[in-house]
């Protein structure tokens, strides 16, 4: 637990007007991570967030940060966690850097003598070294985002918090960022960034936490997540093998092995779950050996299998799901494309 950088247990948000936004979750960001946490548009994720950094009350359940509880450790630990949430308290009428400027003043726990090398530093971080002294207000709505990030980085930070940090920029202003996340994974920062844009965010993270209607529905390392749903075995075999194709499928356990209808050229394409949602997984994609295997048959022993039992097999393959498709299956529901 406390090699978690964040861990709830049973957090939960009940509104005044009676909605649950965020119903018992179980949050785990292990130390190093970059967590994906990810969701449709009102699934729970900023309210989540806002409850992780002490800015909205849980109506039950806990927060541990760097393994400390919160909000009892809030002045001990919020000094080491930079956070991006919606509405950061920037001043209209003063410029980017004179915001930061006065941010990094109330700061009690950061240092006056550098403040200048780390401000000038942050702004060059978010790309807004040349737009630093222009107003706030005249600021366009991914200038602002970038400010906030700024203002996340005025100083090292074991861990960081980003809601949506994406929101507003276009995508040149979205690769930056995508590579600002991986540059401070890669010098030691726990992230955890939540987006309700998945290909934003994919190719980035390391873990991912699954938000839909105020439920974590799932969570793991990427690799797991798209793993455990189920790799699908795909063959094409000529139409007259089908249906022992099919009954060899099944032999071998893969009960829900069904053909579609015959192709054109004469061929069927059949296909079956290697893997249980509950894990019991074939492993054997791409690896020479097979791979890790549950307890159903590796992907060899179906061709050889198909092969003795006289059907003659055109192509086999294995796929996985996308990150996606594992979403959609969860929730049924797709993420936006923009918002
Ligand atoms: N202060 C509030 N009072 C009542 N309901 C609220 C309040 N804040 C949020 N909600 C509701 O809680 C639900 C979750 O909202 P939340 O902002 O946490 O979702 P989200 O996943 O961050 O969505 P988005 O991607 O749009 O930011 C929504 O239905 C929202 O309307």
Redesign the pocket.
């Known amino acids: 637990m406390s090699d978690d950088a964040i861990r709830t247990r049973g957090l939960t948000k009940r509104?005044r007007?009676g909605?649950v936004?965020v119903d018992g979750i179980d949050l785990a960001v292990p130390r190093g991570a970059v967590y994906g946490f990810l969701?449709p548009?009102?699934?729970?994720?900023?309210?989540t967030i806002r409850m992780l950094l002490g800015l909205v009350a849980p109506t039950a359940g806990q927060v541990h940060l760097l393994g400390e509880p919160m909000p009892q450790a809030a002045a001990r630990v919020l000094p080491r966690v930079g956070a991006l949430v919606e509405g950061p308290a920037f001043q209209p009428y003063l410029s980017g850097r004179a915001n930061l400027v006065r941010l990094d003043a109330v700061d009690a726990s950061a240092d006056p003598r550098t403040s200048r090398a780390r401000i000038d530093g942050a702004l060059d971080r978010v790309g807004l070294g040349a737009a630093a002294d222009k107003r706030y207000r005249q600021y366009s709505l991914g200038m602002k985002q970038r400010l906030g990030l700024a203002a996340a980085l005025l100083r090292p930070r074991d861990l960081l918090v980003l809601d949506?940090p994406t929101n507003g920029l276009d995508p040149q202003g979205t690769r930056e960022v995508r590579h600002l996340v991986r540059e401070l994974s890669d010098a030691g920062t726990t992230v955890l960034v939540s987006s309700?844009l998945l290909a934003e965010i994919e190719q980035v993270c390391t873990h991912v936490g699954i938000?839909g209607h105020g439920r974590l529905l799932l969570q793991g390392t990427r690799a797991e997540l798209t793993a455990r749903r189920g790799a699908r075995v795909v063959l094409r075999v000529p139409a007259a093998d089908a249906d022992a194709a099919v009954a060899e499928l099944r032999r071998l356990g893969l009960t829900d092995a069904a053909g579609e209808r015959p192709a054109a050229d004469g061929t069927v394409t059949v296909t079956a779950a290697l893997a249980d949602d509950d894990g019991t997984q074939v492993d054997g994609a791409g690896a020479p050996d097979g791979g890790a295997h549950g307890a159903g048959p590796r992907p060899q022993d179906v061709a050889a299998a198909l092969v003795r039992a006289g059907v003659g097999l055109l192509a086999l393959d294995v796929r996985r799901p996308s990150l996606e498709q594992v979403f959609v299956e969860l929730t049924g529901e797709g993420f936006d494309v923009a918002r």
């Open positions: 509104f007007t909605q936004a969701g548009n009102g699934s729970g994720k900023t309210t949506e309700h938000m």
